[in-house]
């Protein structure tokens, strides 16, 4: 039966000499794999730009209940990115967060909220103009509330209880922590202007993923870190 839904794609691997199989968050069904036929023959039914990383689609597709892989029938895109694309700064991000999500969206049902979030979220993100630079703590962060593992706010105060998830944030400088508390209360998005330096920045990421790492199985070797670590990186005088 053909299904019509909005849909994110988080990940897409080629199959054959002109698929892919493409791993999309939609927001009627959860986490769904997809085969999309003739995107890279001769005369392509679907344009190869559709399925990079977080782009946003309205798909329809033919859901066959207990199958693993459904097929992609139609696909546009409502929203397009202007800057995200184009500034490897917000690349770099994109690229991380879409491996984010690609760890953490695991189930296979709708989640209105969540869906919502992300999708409002990355539409944010790509007209931002300031801000930026800790836009993906902010995200992550926002997500566990709906991922279901939100810190309790007596860890951004310094805590040093034995438990892991104070432990992860137990060592943070007062700066660090301030900032924590400053980027969960924006429910909007990061503020414009966040007084943490490059390490400081590097340290909480680190933290954060560190908590993910704590409460979803096979969230670890995130490929797309080192990348953004790069981008980020102070430039140095010769």
């Not at 279901?148 to 007062?174: C, H, I, K, M, W």
């Not at 070797?221 to 005088?237: C, T």
Request: net charge neutral.
């Amino acid at each position: 039966m053909l299904h019509k839904t909005r849909a994110i794609v988080l990940h897409t691997v080629r199959y054959g000499e002109s698929s892919l199989i493409v791993t999309l968050y939609s927001e009627r069904y959860g986490r769904l794999t997809c085969m999309v036929n003739g995107v890279r023959s001769g005369k392509p039914k679907f344009s190869p730009t559709l399925f990079q990383p977080l782009s946003l689609l309205e798909a329809d597709f033919y859901y066959r209940v207990n199958r693993n892989i459904h097929r992609l029938k139609e696909a546009t895109c409502p929203f397009h990115y202007t800057s995200v694309p184009f500034v490897p700064v917000k690349n770099a991000v994109a690229l991380f967060l879409a491996e984010v999500l690609y760890l953490s969206l695991r189930e296979e049902e709708s989640n209105p909220a969540l869906f919502s979030f992300v999708f409002h979220s990355l539409q944010l993100f790509d007209t931002k103009e300031t801000g930026t630079s800790c836009f993906h703590h902010w995200f992550m962060l926002q997500l566990t509330r709906y991922l279901g593992f939100f810190p309790p706010e007596y860890v951004f105060r310094g805590a040093t209880l034995n438990s892991g998830d104070e432990q992860v944030f137990s060592n943070l400088s007062q700066g660090i922590l301030s900032a924590i508390s400053t980027l969960t209360a924006g429910s909007e998005g990061p503020p414009e202007l966040l007084n943490l330096r490059h390490n400081e920045r590097n340290e909480l990421l680190e933290s954060i993923i560190r908590y993910y790492t704590m409460h979803i199985d096979g969230f670890s070797g995130l490929k797309s870190y080192a990348v953004l670590q790069e981008v980020f990186r102070p430039v140095r005088e010769p």
